[in-house]
């Protein structure tokens, strides 16, 4: 992945019976799955969304997953927090 490339992700809650957290990556959809994650990503509650430097993905994806847990634990975690952790995976 070149350095100049981002990665565009959605962070929401479920519709329906359970309410969880999820994140989906649009950018790394494929074709066959794409409709799909993103009607259910369209159907749940928005938390927060961006875009991650391509050349630091992994290690934004990883806390990304740590405060997915956290939000899924039942944790009141504020969306502009998330943005501050993420400050430096994000593009300028």
């Known amino acids: 992945m070149f350095s100049g490339e981002k990665v565009m992700f ?10 969880r957290f999820k994140v989906v990556y649009f950018t790394e959809l ?3 799955s794409r409709e799909t ?6 159907a749940g ?6 875009f991650l ?3 630091r993905k992994q290690e934004a994806k990883a806390l ?10 039942g944790e ?3 969306a502009h927090l ?6 430096d995976y994000m593009p300028a």
């Open 64 to 73: 990304i997953e740590d405060w997915i847990a956290r939000l899924n634990r």
């Open 82 to 87: 998330l943005a501050e952790e993420l400050r």
């Open 76 to 78: 009141d975690l504020a």
């Open 45 to 50: 509650e928005h938390y927060f969304d961006g």
């Open 30 to 32: 494929n074709d066959h």
């Open 53 to 55: 430097k391509g050349w």
């Open 10 to 19: 959605e962070i929401y809650r479920e519709a329906g019976y359970n309410h």
């Open 37 to 42: 994650e993103i009607n259910r990503a369209l």
